[in-house]
């Protein structure tokens, strides 16, 4: 009995034992081979490419890895692992050959891989407002540029990697935007020049990021090119409700004599807006009704309404090339009224449609107060002044002095008139000023850019 159980207990440890073992590196290559062969491409991969680090094996793995890789199309993926292989045996012919092989065309494969993914992220999105925002953003790198080496070793290190990583997003801004020009354009030599103008912006916003990572003092330069570039396409893309946004920026800087931004005039750029409105407006306002007519969400956008605009829209271009052309500005004020009287007028969606316009409205209102009221502070005081000088003309209760005193009940109501009156004048100078308010421009201190 002892005996029999014994020998059970044997085969029981024997077999457990043939469990455990290891397999080795021979048999996952006959396995992966297997696979291979019965035409598994899944499982032949899963199998073989652990096996390619292997000091017996991995040189083969690696050469079936490349190969089938290859075929798949993962030129990396193959590049890597026919390195591998190489790498075994430097001299084998066969092995340079699939080398070159699967490198061959590498860096275009990848250029085109990344392209196709910035394509497909920008699925759905606006391009007007992918440029508009990389217009912004190099705007912003343009006026970091200037100061980032003037910090700390580490920190100018640090500042110079972030400016070099957001360049090269705005640089990646151009593949989808390029898409949608090259589409808008109809005559194909113009197409061609607008495309290559779009390869050379490109090419300077990485030439900018570059000499960012490399802390190259010309990075300024450089982005001062970016931001030119990034405008001049802006001006040619931009859809109405935008272009008056930018507009009315542009015309409140020349209104207030605002330093000119990167060797460009506030008035002119103005004047650029104001003129890519009035080339947009008829299509985009046709377009528009059409959408209205099916979506609830879009409040109707009457005739009438299109036709003021389209009137307000020329009345302006007169002005900002009067502006533009005169020595002293004659109505930039003017202008900037028209401006907002075309921003009200612009239909908002139910939906939330224009609604970064009626805040970024507010927020002018807002911000400008305190500009205003120091405008106004000097005023108030010579009204206030005139409202307690009896020697005022038009405040005088009486032109005889005699009766005043012999008269003490008249003089009693001629002072309480003369109060009534400055109250009204104070409301009607309080009125005006909440009117300036209303349609004041934002402080160039205080833009998004």
């Known amino acids: 009995m002892k005996v029999v159980v014994f020998c059970l207990l044997s ?7 043939e469990e455990t073992a290891p397999v080795t590196d021979g048999e996952v290559w006959n396995e992966g081979v297997e696979y291979y062969r019965a035409g598994d491409v899944t499982n032949a991969l899963r199998v073989l490419r652990p096996l390619m680090l292997s000091k017996t094996h991995g040189a083969r793995a690696a050469e079936v890895v490349a190969r089938l890789e290859y075929d798949r199309g993962n030129q990396d993926e193959a590049a890597g692992a026919a390195q591998i292989a190489l790498r075994a045996a430097p001299e084998d012919a066969k092995a340079n050959r699939n080398f070159t092989r699967a490198t ?25 407002a992918m440029l508009m925002d990389a217009t912004k953003e190099a705007r912003t790198l343009m006026t970091e540029a200037g100061g980032f080496r003037t910090n700390a070793p580490v920190r100018a290190v640090a500042l110079a990697d972030a400016l070099s990583k957001r360049a090269s997003a705005i640089a990646d801004t151009w593949i989808p935007v390029r898409e949608v020009i090259a589409q808008s354009v109809t005559n194909e030599e113009q197409a061609a020049t607008i495309l290559q103008q779009i390869e050379q912006a490109q090419a300077k916003t990485k030439k900018a990021a570059k000499e960012f990572g490399d802390l190259d003092g010309n990075a300024f330069a450089s982005m001062s090119d970016v931001e030119h570039d990034f405008t001049r396409f802006l001006k ?19 209104w207030q004599d605002v330093a000119d931004f990167n060797g460009r005039k506030w008035q002119q750029d103005a004047l650029d807006y104001t003129r890519a409105f009035r080339a947009k407006f008829p299509a985009w306002a046709q377009t528009y009704e059409q959408q209205a007519q099916s979506d609830t969400n879009k409040p109707p956008f009457t005739k009438e309404a299109q036709a003021k605009i389209s009137a307000l829209a020329t009345e302006v271009e007169k002005l900002q090339i009067e502006c533009c052309t005169k020595a002293l500005p004659p109505n930039q004020e003017k202008a900037i009224e028209l401006l907002n009287e ?29 500009a205003d009221n120091n405008k106004d502070q000097p005023d108030q005081q010579s009204d206030q002044k005139q409202e307690q000088d009896p020697e005022n003309p038009d405040e005088d209760p009486s032109e005889d002095s005699q009766d005043q005193q012999d008269q003490p009940d008249q003089e009693d109501q001629e002072v309480e008139a003369t109060l009534k009156k400055a109250q009204e004048r104070n409301d009607e100078h309080e009125a005006e000023k909440k009117a300036r308010m209303r349609k ?6 205080e833009r998004d850019w």
């Open 236 to 254: 040619l893309t931009v859809m109405p409700p935008a272009a008056i946004g930018e507009d009315l920026v542009a015309q409140s800087n020349a």
């Open 104 to 128: 061959d065309g590498l860096l275009a494969a990848r250029e085109t891989k990344r392209i196709n993914d910035i394509l497909k992220a920008a699925q759905g999105k606006d391009p007007g």
């Open 11 to 17: 085969f029981v440890l024997s077999a457990v034992a």
């Open 342 to 370: 075309i921003n009200e007028l612009l239909p908002k969606d139910k939906n939330g449609g224009g609604q970064g316009q009626q805040n970024q409205q507010q927020q002018q209102q807002d911000q400008q107060q305190q």
């Open 440 to 445: 004041a421009p934002l402080p160039p201190n």
